[in-house]
């Protein structure tokens, strides 16, 4: 598994696959998404000018209300942010942990779960790993 996110092609396709979900997940949302979007005046207060400019292109930043978005859409996963963004932290990071309000079942019914790590630094999150995958 490793070795497939390494393939840069591979990689890219899945960046690409979760601009366009977290895309689709504001549109669907727009009204509880809006009012968090920096400057979206700059956009005409259009959530899909935004998207075009901001959420789908491949190099662009993401932004927290992006991971918001991001989560609603992956009912079940929660996300684990570790922040390195200059605050003081004694011994840990800081960080927040997410997780969407609808948990996904499995076959027999039963809730399931996924945790995602991210790690922020100032305009970048990186996905963490054990190296074990």
């Known amino acids: 598994m490793l070795a497939a996110f390494q393939d840069p092609m591979m990689s890219n396709t899945c960046t690409w696959f979760m601009r366009i979900l977290t895309a689709s997940s504001l549109k669907q949302h727009a009204d509880g998404f809006l009012p968090f979007i920096e400057d979206i005046?700059?956009?005409?207060?259009?959530?899909g000018d935004y998207c075009a400019k901001e959420v789908e292109p491949m190099g662009k930043e993401c932004e927290?209300?992006?991971?918001?978005a991001l989560l609603e859409a992956l009912h079940g996963?929660?996300?684990?942010?570790?922040?390195?963004?200059?605050?003081?932290?004694?011994?840990?990071?800081?960080?927040?942990?997410?997780r969407s309000n609808i948990p996904p079942n499995d076959v027999s019914g039963s809730p399931t779960r996924m945790v995602v790590s991210l790690l922020y630094r100032p305009g970048h999150y990186d996905v963490l790993y054990q190296d074990n995958l």
């Open 77 to 98: 996963v929660e996300i684990s942010i570790e922040y390195l963004d200059g605050r003081p932290f004694d011994g840990h990071p800081p960080h927040m942990d997410l």
């Open 64 to 68: 927290q209300v992006q991971i918001m």
């Open 41 to 47: 005046v700059l956009y005409n207060n259009d959530i």
